[in-house]
């Protein structure tokens, strides 16, 4: 149980084009999910977080504008890379937890990440 | 300033041996601390996690400890294998916020 896809697992677009990347909760509802950036040898660090039917809630420095997050479910929710930039090229992977009835969960489920490469 | 330090050297043991990784933390007061495994260009994949009034926990192979007097917790993987070889990955979870706030990692390399 507890299994998180992404969608795609790799893309490559030009620059200045927006991506949309998919992450879902297979077998079971995310309250919340949470979105990560991880560059090479680095640690994940987190971008925002969405909560099912609300705006996400944005890391200081993450610009909301360029990534647009939608979590219109409680089984999906979307990143946009919108007009990307070599810049932008990484590892983002998401991760997905639900709420039981005493109280949250408390472990994260990922998802396998996927790799963006802005020419 | 907020911290958290892991090994970023290579672990390197021989099958067999006890690997301890180490993960510390300065200016945080976390109520749980999470260790995750990662492979290469993989997502996470959780371990185990330890509460701030708890001294130890195991799984298997696996202890966890956690001193919040030190701000450490030691991860160690018992009889190792090389199928251990991976990154380990330690997060601290402030409880209230839900969000998790990652060291970079420490690579472990089990030789055969």
């Known amino acids: 149980g507890a299994v998180v896809s992404q969608h795609p697992s790799w893309v490559i677009c030009k620059s200045g084009t927006s991506v949309k990347i998919e992450c879902r909760s297979l077998d079971f509802q995310a309250t919340t999910m949470f979105w990560y950036r991880q560059f090479p040898k680095q640690s994940l660090m987190l971008m925002a977080t969405?909560?099912?039917?609300?705006?996400?809630?944005?890391e200081q420095g993450v610009e909301k504008d360029k990534f647009l997050i939608n979590h219109a479910s409680l089984t999906l929710s979307t990143l946009t890379v919108t007009s990307a930039h070599p810049e932008d090229s990484s590892f983002y992977i998401c991760?997905?937890?639900?709420?039981?009835?005493?109280?949250?969960?408390?472990?994260?489920?990922f998802g396998p990440g996927t790799r963006l490469l802005v020419l | 300033s907020q911290k958290i330090e892991q090994n970023s050297e290579a672990l390197n043991i021989q099958e067999g041996k006890t690997a301890t990784l180490t993960c510390n933390y300065t200016n945080y007061s976390p109520a749980y601390l999470q260790w995750y495994r990662q492979d290469p260009g993989r997502g996470p994949v959780f371990l185990l996690l330890i509460r701030e009034n708890e001294k130890e926990k195991r799984k298997e192979r696996l202890k966890v400890t956690f001193d919040t007097t030190l701000k450490q917790s030691l991860f160690h993987i018992t009889a190792s294998q090389p199928a251990d070889s991976a990154t380990y990955l330690c997060a601290l979870d402030m409880g209230s916020s839900y969000k998790l706030i990652f060291g970079s990692g420490t690579r472990l390399l089990v030789r055969p």
């Open positions: 969405s909560n099912e039917g609300s705006k996400a809630t944005y």
């Open positions: 991760s997905a937890q639900t709420e039981w009835s005493q109280g949250r969960a408390e472990t994260q489920y």
